[in-house]
């Protein structure tokens, strides 16, 4: 006779199922319930830190480039210089330039300084190039020191013509004097050898204190000017680092 099959133990209890449904569905409903809390915004007095602009250049961010920097310093110590104050040697704080005035000079259609002129022009030149090398940066981008001489308008014939030439014969007279000047240091008249230019204005670039032509203005047109120049390709490179991440205009919106 045939035996039936036993059925397994497990198969035999029924409701098994139907208990552990229940469980799981309940454990569903809190994980729903833990994200949904964990997702809702946090009122907190901590402030929320600032995002950084990362199209702002470092350079407008930090303020002022090194070369910037250590230019503008240079020219506060040279307008600053105690020695050039007790003189009264005029120094412009935004350029550099020294003027040595028509005073300094024998008369007005000479270029033959007077002994006060000789002595200011051995001052100020000294105070510029020590100022000049307060920082190796800056001495290592200057690319000249500029002589530049000036007249005023009055000629009996081609005023420009006329005045070209005594205003390129000041400057010659003082290259002269300067690489000749025993009082400067060994190195002072080396690096004016390899720094000075000459250059010359006739009456075209009057003072801006004294612009008239009026013959009290005069004696303030006829002036030598001793000025520090920067590499041109510093100062455009300086430019082009300040204006970085600037949005410049199309030439159609230009």
Request: net charge negative.
């Amino acid at each position: 006779m045939a035996r039936r099959p036993v059925r397994s133990r497990r198969a035999a209890e029924p409701g098994e199922g139907q208990i552990w449904a229940p469980i799981a569905v309940l454990l569903t409903g809190i994980l729903c319930m833990i994200v949904f809390v964990a997702a809702l915004p946090r009122d907190t007095d901590e402030p929320v830190a600032a995002v950084p602009d990362l199209t702002t250049p470092t350079e407008q961010v930090s303020g002022p480039t090194p070369l910037s920097a250590r230019w503008s310093d240079t020219l506060a110590t040279l307008c600053q210089d105690p020695a050039l104050q007790a003189d009264g040697i005029a120094v412009d704080c935004e350029t550099g330039t020294i003027t040595l005035g028509d005073a300094l000079f024998d008369t007005a259609a000479t270029v033959q300084l007077t002994e006060e002129g000789i002595r200011k022009l051995h001052e100020a030149v000294a105070s510029m190039l020590r100022s000049l090398r307060t920082h190796d940066e800056v001495w290592r981008q200057i690319e000249s020191i500029e002589v530049r001489g000036h007249a005023d308008p009055r000629a009996l014939r081609d005023p420009y013509l006329t005045n070209m030439r005594i205003s390129q014969e000041r400057p010659m007279a003082i290259m002269f004097y300067l690489i000749s000047d025993w009082g400067l240091s060994e190195r002072d008249r080396h690096d004016l050898e390899q720094l000075m230019i000459l250059s010359a204005a006739s009456h075209s670039r009057p003072p801006a204190t004294c612009p008239e032509s009026t013959s009290r203005c005069f004696p303030f047109w006829r002036r030598v000017e001793i000025t520090p120049r920067l590499r041109v390709s510093e100062v455009a490179g300086e430019m082009l680092r300040s204006t970085t991440g600037l949005e410049l205009p199309t030439p159609e919106e230009s």
